[in-house]
């Protein structure tokens, strides 16, 4: 199902923060929200995942209506890790198990259990299920954050600056789960993103904001000398290495 984002309106305080954001996201697709710190990145996830309610516009995922859902369906569509997660002392296979709220009754069932466990074989986690998650390294602790949201079954992924704090092995590795289960699942996945590099190397298209507005939204073509002036304020080239595209910033823009 496709993911659609008409209009979508925000404001902090009579302050507009988003204005009249559109754009679309094909199933199987990464989808890298690119721009600078106060652009909206962050408060568009949110206000696509229904955490904050825009003052306009509309949320689709197909045919539905996100603003007609239950919170409890909203949460069975869509899997959110936001920027920064509370390292509770609980274990690693609880943590995941956290996923499957959206449709337990009083306990866990057999099916809950199996997915749990299913998630952490394809994240390459299973030796870790006993573990507590406050005792984990940083690119372990993110990795269990991403199963929690895959345990939910989404058909949306939505992930805020996933490699943030992680080393470069952490960043490319959790980046290559994202991509693989996204094309293995069908998500529709965005990421906020600061990495421009990470982004180009890992995501299938581009939404670049700034102030609250789109400034440029497609694939990898959009991504230019010009447009990272634009968008970041700083010069920079645009060359391919071993076939992938590369921005390499020269100086502040002056």
Same mark, same amino acid.
């Given at each position: 199902?496709?993911?659609?984002?008409?209009?979508?309106?925000?404001?902090? %305080?009579?302050?507009?923060?988003?204005?009249?954001?559109?754009?679309?996201?094909?199933?199987?697709?990464?989808?890298?929200?690119?721009?600078?710190?106060?652009?909206?990145?962050?408060?568009? $996830?949110?206000?696509? %995942?229904?955490?904050?309610?825009?003052?306009?516009?509309? =949320?689709?995922?197909?045919?539905?209506?996100?603003?007609?859902?239950?919170?409890?369906?909203?949460?069975?569509?869509?899997?959110?890790?936001?920027?920064?997660? #509370?390292?509770?002392?609980?274990? =690693?296979?609880?943590?995941?198990?956290?996923?499957?709220?959206?449709? &337990?009754?009083?306990?866990?069932?057999? &099916?809950? /259990?199996?997915?749990?466990?299913?998630?952490?074989? $394809?994240?390459?986690?299973?030796?870790?299920? &006993?573990?507590?998650?406050?005792?984990?390294?940083?690119?372990?602790?993110?990795?269990?954050?991403?199963?929690?949201?895959?345990?939910?079954?989404?058909?949306?992924?939505?992930?805020?600056?996933?490699?943030?704090?992680?080393?470069?092995?952490?960043?490319?590795?959790?980046?290559?789960?994202?991509?693989?289960?996204?094309?293995?699942?069908?998500? @529709?996945?965005?990421?906020?993103?600061?990495?421009? %590099?990470?982004?180009?190397?890992?995501?299938?298209?581009?939404?670049? $904001?700034? @102030?609250?507005?789109?400034?440029?939204?497609?694939?990898?073509?959009?991504?230019?000398?010009?447009? /990272?002036?634009?968008?970041?304020?700083?010069?920079?080239?645009?060359?391919? /290495?071993?076939?992938?595209?590369?921005?390499? #910033?020269?100086?502040?823009? #002056?």
């Amino acid at each position: 199902m496709r993911l659609k984002i008409e209009g979508i309106e925000f404001s902090y %305080n009579s302050v507009p923060v988003l204005r009249g954001v559109s754009f679309e996201v094909e199933p199987g697709q990464v989808v890298s929200i690119l721009g600078t710190n106060g652009a909206g990145k962050t408060t568009l $996830l949110r206000t696509i %995942n229904r955490v904050l309610r825009p003052c306009r516009g509309k =949320v689709y995922l197909g045919q539905q209506d996100l603003e007609r859902m239950s919170r409890r369906e909203v949460a069975r569509r869509m899997g959110y890790v936001p920027q920064f997660s #509370p390292r509770a002392p609980v274990r =690693v296979f609880e943590a995941v198990l956290l996923g499957r709220r959206p449709y &337990m009754g009083w306990a866990p069932s057999h &099916m809950d /259990i199996q997915i749990a466990e299913e998630v952490l074989d $394809l994240l390459d986690l299973a030796h870790l299920a &006993m573990r507590r998650i406050d005792e984990l390294s940083g690119g372990e602790f993110q990795k269990v954050i991403l199963a929690r949201a895959l345990a939910q079954q989404p058909r949306v992924l939505l992930m805020d600056e996933p490699t943030s704090n992680l080393d470069l092995k952490n960043q490319l590795e959790v980046m290559e789960i994202i991509r693989k289960a996204t094309l293995s699942r069908e998500l @529709n996945t965005l990421v906020v993103m600061h990495d421009v %590099n990470l982004a180009l190397r890992f995501s299938h298209r581009f939404v670049l $904001l700034k @102030n609250g507005l789109i400034a440029g939204a497609g694939g990898e073509e959009i991504l230019t000398p010009q447009t /990272i002036r634009e968008i970041y304020g700083v010069e920079a080239r645009v060359e391919k /290495i071993d076939g992938v595209k590369v921005v390499i #910033p020269l100086r502040p823009e #002056p």
